[in-house]
């Protein structure tokens, strides 16, 4: 069951750099007792699950991807919808069918690289993030919004910004790992 007191993973491997720090403030939040402060501070964290590093690894894998990522004559548009085309692992859809059943808010896809949040080498705004609408009548299609938000995360590891980037600081795109962000969102 999801709530606002934990943050659930989905895979395995590294929760990335933003992933780490909202472990870290999560458990900050549930672990300190504000009523010291006020009564009136109630803080609580939105609906985080995160899918660790493991399933891109296993993604970029499965799909064949390498060869094409590393094709200096492929556009980034072709490279996106190659990701696009590509499956997520039998346990990752489970799960993904399971979170949509148990969040009625839109929600957030956000990227957390292994190189995200690094005090040296900002990443802010280099990756891709999604916002999915949600639809109480139709969870199929949530599904596959949330999928393809997924995928087009991964992507964007690869995209021309970020090809970019990653020259400019001397970092090799082939070694970035990325983790996943599902967020609910929060406020009116």
Do not use: W
């Not at 919808?81 to 346990?91: E, I, K, M, Q, V």
């Not at 596959?144 to 795109?173: C, G, P, Q, T």
Request: charged share 20%.
């Amino acid at each position: 069951t999801l709530d606002e007191k934990n943050i659930v993973s989905f895979s395995g491997g590294s929760l990335g750099g933003k992933g780490r720090g909202l472990a870290f403030v999560n458990t900050l939040i549930n672990n300190v007792d504000f009523s010291g402060l006020s009564h009136q501070i109630n803080i609580i964290s939105p609906i985080t699950v995160i899918i660790g590093t493991d399933e891109f690894h296993g993604f970029i894998t499965r799909n064949k991807l390498m060869p094409l990522i590393l094709d200096p004559h492929l556009s980034y548009e072709e490279l996106r919808r190659n990701f696009a085309d590509g499956s997520l692992s039998h346990s990752l859809e489970m799960k993904l069918k399971d979170f949509v059943t148990q969040i009625d808010k839109p929600f957030a896809v956000r990227s957390s690289s292994t190189s995200e949040d690094s005090l040296t080498q900002p990443f802010a705004g280099v990756f891709d993030t999604f916002i999915v609408p949600n639809s109480e009548y139709n969870k199929r299609i949530v599904f596959e919004r949330i999928s393809l938000a997924i995928k087009l995360v991964y992507a964007s590891v690869y995209s021309d910004k970020a090809r970019n980037y990653f020259k400019a600081i001397h970092h090799k795109i082939e070694e970035e790992k990325m983790a996943i962000i599902l967020q609910e969102l929060v406020g009116s």
